[in-house]
């Protein structure tokens, strides 16, 4: 089974900054995306960003210029590094790794708390 864990979150003031690490252990394979996902309260869960293992991005229009998705293939590992941060950005932020081969999965983390407050 794939086990997928992030960490990073925590508090921070408008303007600042914060990284999140992604770690995706087990027989994922070598046909799959991952990315960030967040969902605040009474929001849907949304996009943030993505990345192929080609390393192909894509990102959510409101974060767009602030935050940078990288990823480490070898390793299996996932970062997003967010600066420039708002209020608005506060939800709890997921780790997805989706495999794309047949069947299609998602595997997804527990979530981290990024709060935005001064």
């Known amino acids: 089974q794939v086990q997928v864990v992030e960490s990073g979150g925590g508090l921070v003031q408008p303007g600042g900054s914060l990284r999140l690490s992604c770690a995706a252990s087990g027989s994922i394979g070598s046909s799959y995306v991952m990315g960030w996902y967040r969902q605040a309260p009474g929001k849907q869960r949304e996009l943030v960003a993505g990345i192929t293992s080609g390393g192909s991005t894509d990102y959510a229009d409101s974060v767009k210029g602030r935050f940078t998705i990288s990823r480490d293939i070898a390793k299996n590992t996932l970062s997003l590094q967010m600066n420039s941060l708002k209020p608005e950005d506060t939800a709890v932020y997921y780790c997805?790794?989706?495999?794309?081969?047949?069947?299609?999965?998602?595997?997804w983390g527990q979530g981290t708390q990024v709060t935005v407050s001064s």
């Open positions: 997805n790794v989706r495999k794309t081969n047949w069947p299609r999965r998602d595997y």
